[in-house]
């Protein structure tokens, strides 16, 4: 045997089984029950707007992958643009236009994440980006919520009826079910000068279950926190980031309730509702723009909250994860640069340590 | 392991790869009927190579001195059969790829006659100097890969007064067996040479951290060890890469090894369990270093496990052994983590190779590399506590130096990060591949410095030179005056007395 065998390749000889795509679908295997969920709730018209939202994000992958004369494939099926336009879909209103559907994903992967160098090169997360341009562009139909109106029970739209709302929109026949969220409903009432004591009790119901309006995939906030967790189990992501993000938002919730509750909605609330699940399990803990060290989550998970906290509370905008974790992903470089492992034999600020006999 | 330690005392760094360690490791040893030929080169440790100082045609005897050391830091080199040397300089391989080494080839008689030796009755009465000189004239190195010679680390630790030593049997590369092999079949030897040790470096108590993945050996090491209460066998968690000096060392005893400094200056040594007993047998025995234990495993090999050979054997000899149900697609030298890629098998059994691994096609594929997620894995993993992406951005980008602050030079090429990638980014060759450029212009800079230095030397002489010259020169205008001054007052005083 004197012939030459393989190249003479750098060790490791061995590799882990796992890989961008496996890592990508087992966050969509996480995501599936709540979407599945979502899909039950808000019928047709939400299959229909997933499916739209989901083809466009890969059709903007593949156009721009095809501009950089680059094949198609290998790419696409890493199924990062797939996970791109799921988390868009199910953070869109469940009845929103097939328009909002197509150009949200479109701008997700083309202006989300292909301009700045595709995958792992974006500093933003592209569904949070693609969410805060509809939502700056089309305030009116990023704001129609509806009432969920499960499928298949009495007054749901069919399978037809669904095409032709998300085609032409609501109808007025359907108008009656549009509604507003618990967020959205306390800041209107509040800006009518109602305040939350007098409000809340007509509020739509808050429930664990998710039967309140809300976007496609993230109002039954313990399908999401489930499919989270498990994710954490499988070391998908780690719990620091959901965990900052959390208490970011029901630690200040809390205390500013206990002291004016007739002006600050409660933690539970706050928690359970306008995104707060799906921005802190799936849509912070997007790799490319968190930070990479455990300590340096905390801070951006913390950050997360709080900023989600303070724009819901003060700003014009009744739900602010998309702009906290946007805000935040601006200073991931910043936090992974002052935030760093310790390295072994060394200090933190990387001096050798002195010898201990 | 409890619940408990599983979540608190379980290591945070490193990987946890399929060890892939049996059945190879419970195949009892074989012996390698000796070869016909052995190619011994003169280069299997650190340090200097050594020089050879038999000719050809001269008869050798088992365990006969080759080569002897040279310089501060080098080992010698024995024969591992008798019979007559019949080449001494580069062998060159017969394939065009095959790099040349410098190496002494003897033909055996298969006689296996030993050299005289010099057994020695109660180690613990002689010197630990002595200890260290035989050990030393023994060509012992560091059997689990490192290969520094044995010797000078005993020196160093006898300087720096070193309590611990700490016995590497770990093993935690994929594949290999042949400690596992040693600490079962050959316990009493580890254990009476790791005291051995002890005595030549004066240290109080020894810590045999052997990682819990090989329950036989611990049983087999704790027997051994039971007579002897300064020997403690400390089981440590499987997990890659355990069996890095560094990393047992703070396991075992809770200390860091501060970067740029040796574990000594900790007060702790390391040797790893096949080097003990190698130095039970130089000791012991008079028997230098000839042959050793090394696994031959892999999904091509037909009958896996662990051979004794001498060394100098070629590597497709002792597949040959072993058999092979394959064409390999890879072979490698030491453990798939970290060992070296052979591009052929006609290179010779060194003092350092743990194992030679046989890869089947399946296990030779690594997917083809992706873009980087930023999934943090490799932060994770690494042992050191490193940011490998952020280092490997950097060199992609021709960045050397923002790589060096990222602290390149702490990174122990372990393997944990490139072997965690979920988009097989061959961080390592990335990292190796800078340390060389940074070592070819540390190089290139000390060359330069050596020139300026030169350079200013010769300017220096040519000033002092033009000095000299034009001091020689004013001088010999000065008695040329003096003596032109000298002759006009001659003349004026004849002319005057005419
Ligand atoms: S493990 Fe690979 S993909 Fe993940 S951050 Fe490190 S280099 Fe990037
Ligand atoms: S950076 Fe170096 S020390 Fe850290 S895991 Fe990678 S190879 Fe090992």
């Known amino acids: 045997m ?5 190249i003479a390749v750098a060790a490791p000889h061995a590799a882990t089984s796992n890989s961008a795509g496996r890592v990508m679908a087992t966050v969509m295997a996480a995501l599936a029950p709540a979407t599945l969920f979502g899909f039950w709730l808000y019928g047709w018209p939400a299959v229909y707007l997933w499916f739209i939202t989901v083809a466009a994000a890969m059709l903007g992958e593949a156009f721009c992958l095809r501009l950089q004369g680059r094949q ?37 992967t083309v202006l989300g994440k292909q301009v700045f160098g595709g995958l792992g090169q974006n500093l933003f997360n592209p569904a949070m980006v693609a969410r805060v341009a509809l939502l700056i562009s089309f305030p009116v139909q990023m704001t129609a919520w509806v009432a969920p109106l499960p499928l298949f029970s009495a007054g749901a739209p069919g399978a037809i009826e669904g095409l032709s709302i998300l085609l032409k929109g609501l109808p007025p026949a359907l108008d009656a079910v549009s509604s507003a969220t618990t967020l959205g409903f306390a800041k209107t009432e509040m800006s009518r000068g109602v305040d939350l004591m007098a409000s809340l009790p007509n509020a739509p119901a808050l429930s664990w279950l998710g039967q309140r309006p809300g976007s496609l995939g993230e109002t039954a906030a313990w399908l999401i926190a489930a499919g989270g967790v498990a994710m954490i189990f499988l070391r998908i992501i780690s719990w620091h980031i959901p965990l900052a993000m959390l208490a970011g938002i029901a630690l200040p919730a809390a205390i500013a309730n206990a002291v004016d509750p007739a002006h600050y909605l409660g933690a539970t609330a706050h928690v359970l509702s306008g995104g707060a699940m799906l921005g802190a399990f799936f849509i912070a803990t997007d790799y490319v723009t968190s930070p990479n060290t455990a300590r340096g989550q905390l801070v951006f998970g913390a950050g997360c909250g709080l900023l989600t906290w303070v724009i819901r509370t003060f700003a014009g905008y009744p739900e602010g994860v998309a702009f906290a974790v946007l805000l935040m992903n601006s200073l991931t470089p910043i936090i992974d640069t002052y935030i760093q492992p310790r390295i072994y034999g060394r200090d933190r600020k990387g001096v050798p340590l002195e010898p201990v006999k | 392991m409890g619940l408990f ?30 070869p016909a030929r052995v190619y011994m080169p003169l280069h299997q440790h650190v340090g200097g190579a050594a020089r050879p100082i038999v000719l050809v045609g001269q008869q050798v005897l088992k365990g006969q001195l080759l080569a002897e050391a040279q310089g501060n830091i080098s080992a010698p080199i024995h024969s591992p059969v008798a019979g007559t040397v019949t080449a001494i300089g580069e062998v060159t391989a017969p394939h065009p790829s095959g790099l040349a080494f410098a190496a002494i080839t003897v033909e055996n008689d298969f006689t296996n006659r030993w050299i005289e030796t010099d057994p020695v009755e109660d180690p613990f009465a002689l010197a630990p100097e002595e200890i260290a000189r035989r050990t030393a004239a023994a060509g012992v190195v560091g059997l689990g890969g490192a290969t520094f010679p044995a010797a000078v680390k005993f020196a160093l630790g006898k300087r720096l007064a070193v309590t611990t030593l700490i016995v590497n049997g770990g093993e935690c590369e994929p594949y290999l067996s042949s400690d596992d092999c040693v600490m079962r079949d050959f316990a009493d030897q580890v254990i009476d040479g790791a005291r051995i040790v002890m005595h030549a470096i004066g240290a109080k108590e020894a810590l045999v951290g052997i990682e819990d993945n090989k329950p036989e050996a611990i049983a087999a090491m704790r027997i051994a060890a039971a007579p002897f209460s300064e020997v403690k066998i400390r089981p440590v968690p499987a997990r890659y890469p355990m ?73 497709d000899e002792l597949l040959a052994f072993c058999g092979l149900k394959a064409r390999p697609a890879r072979l490698i030298l030491g453990g798939p983590m970290m060992g070296t890629p052979l591009l052929h098998g006609r290179i010779p059994l060194v003092k350092g190779a743990s194992g030679i691994l046989a890869f089947d096609a399946r296990e030779a594929t690594i997917p083809p590399a992706g873009p980087c997620i930023r999934c943090g894995s490799c932060t994770k993993a690494c042992p050191m506590g490193l940011l490998p992406l952020e280092m490997a951005s950097r060199i992609r980008a021709g960045e050397l130096d923002a790589a060096v602050d990222f602290k390149l030079s702490d990174c122990i090429s372990c393997g944990c990060c490139a072997y965690v990638c979920p988009s097989h980014i061959p961080l390592v060759q990335y990292f190796s591949h800078a340390k060389g450029e940074l070592a070819a212009r540390e190089r290139a800079k000390l060359r330069t410095d050596a020139t300026r230095r030169l350079a200013e030397d010769r300017i220096a002489r040519l000033e002092r030179d033009a000095k000299e010259k034009s001091a020689l020169a004013a001088r010999r205008k000065a008695e040329r005056a003096a003596a032109k001054a000298a002759a006009a007052a001659a003349e004026q005083a004849t002319g005057a007395a005419a």
Do not use: Y
């Open chain 1, 2 to 6: 004197s012939q030459t065998i393989g």
């Open chain 2, 243 to 315: 069996g890095s000096d560094k990393q047992l060392i703070q396991t075992l005893t809770g200390k860091e090894v501060p970067a740029d400094a040796r574990a000594a200056e900790v007060g702790v040594l390391v040797h790893n369990v096949s080097t003990c007993a190698a130095v039970h047998q130089a000791i012991r025995h008079g028997r230098p270093l000839v042959e050793r234990i090394v696994t031959i495993n892999g999904g091509a090999v037909d009958k896996p496990g662990n051979i004794m050979a001498p060394l100098g054997t070629l590597v």
């Open chain 2, 5 to 34: 330690e599983r979540i608190f005392k379980h290591p945070s760094w490193g990987v946890h790869p399929d060890d892939h360690k049996r059945p190879a490791a419970d195949v009892p040893l074989r012996i390698l009927p000796p």
């Open chain 1, 72 to 108: 198609a494939t290998p790419a696409l099926l890493d199924g990062s643009a797939v996970l791109t336009g799921w988390l868009l879909a199910i953070s869109l209103p469940p009845w929103a236009p097939w328009w909002i559907g197509a150009f949200g994903g479109l701008f997700a």
